[in-house]
């Protein structure tokens, strides 16, 4: 897989105190989504944001720039990334998620409420970053770094093949697949796929694509990649992936950045992705309808 290309990733330090506020950020994610604690959430970004103030302004006046409050400019007179500005559009992404609920449901009013807030986490960000910061940092890069090779087509069919293996293990033993509505006629089971499909779309943009790429330009890989993985698998702990899930969404979480490093391809990520949410939907659909699809699965 070719690797992803990074402006700063070859000179970045292995300790940085931008890793403080990076941290402070990334845990109202959890605030949010598992302790469900509005105001803690609050309170770790205003505390992410404010650290990141300082530490940009310390940086800065070991530098002795011209002005100490803006990111000093390299010697190409293109200026760093900015860590404030680039953890204030992860913060404005996971205040909008946090403004509903995340539990699965499938009646109208819930796929409109989930299409316009997820969308506007995406969205929103990303105007920030194209036309109010005007440094474009968010990026959806769909083909990355050209043509797939054989074991990244061998690894989608690896994923099925685990997926398969693992999931309605997961579901049907722990009892979570009753975190997502009965699907018990074709309307509701066509709105479970779309919702799935979705929803696993939606996450390869946000968490990947925005979180992860936005973190990758200031800390070595993979403490980008684990500072991402808090985000993603919190908001994956309310959606329904509980008891025992984090078992599985961490080291998923991680791949998925992993995936994206080596690949910068948007599309190949959002097709492994939508692989392991087809097994999903089918264990969901398998295990509020027995009978249904006996012989599929082991469990």
């Keep these: 897989m070719p690797a992803l290309s990074s402006t700063s990733a070859p000179t970045l330090r292995a300790w940085s105190w931008g890793l403080v506020p990076a941290l402070l950020v990334c845990l109202a994610a959890p605030a949010f989504f598992v302790a469900r604690v509005p105001w803690l959430g609050w309170l770790f970004l205003a505390a992410g944001l404010a650290v990141a103030l300082v530490v940009r302004r310390a940086d800065a006046a070991a530098a002795d720039p011209v002005d100490a409050g803006e990111p000093e400019a390299g010697a190409d007179g293109i ?9 204030s559009l992860i913060a404005v992404g996971l205040l909008i998620v946090s403004a509903i609920p ?11 409420r989930f299409t316009l807030v997820l969308g506007a986490a995406v969205a929103v960000p990303y105007v920030i970053s194209r036309w109010v910061y005007r440094d474009h940092a968010v990026r959806f890069p769909w083909r990355g770094g050209g043509r797939w090779t054989a074991f990244q087509w061998g690894w989608l069919a690896a994923v099925l093949v685990l997926g398969w293996l693992i999931l309605p293990f997961y579901f049907i033993t722990s009892g979570v697949y009753m975190n997502w509505p009965v699907v018990d006629t074709p309307d509701l089971i ?19 694509c925005t979180c992860f790429a936005l973190l990758r330009r200031h800390f070595r890989f993979w ?27 961490i080291p998923f979480a991680l791949l998925m950045g992993y995936i994206f490093m080596r690949t910068r ?21 398998h295990a509020h309808n027995p009978g249904m699809l006996d012989g599929l699965f082991l469990v």
Excluded: C
Aim: glycine share 6%.
């Design 102 to 112: 995340l539990k699965a449901e499938l009646d109208d009013i819930a796929i409109m």
């Design 223 to 249: 403490q980008a990649n684990v500072l991402q993985a808090v985000v993603f698998v919190s908001f994956l702990w309310e959606l329904g992936y509980q008891a025992w899930g984090p078992v599985l969404t």
């Design 190 to 208: 066509l709105r479970l796929f779309l919702g799935v499909g979705g929803v696993g779309i939606w996450d390869e943009l946000f968490f990947i």
């Design 79 to 87: 200026r760093r990334p900015d860590l404030v500005r680039d953890l």
């Design 265 to 285: 391809s948007l599309a190949y990520v959002v097709t492994v992705h939508l692989l392991f949410d087809a097994v999903v939907f089918l264990v969901l659909v």
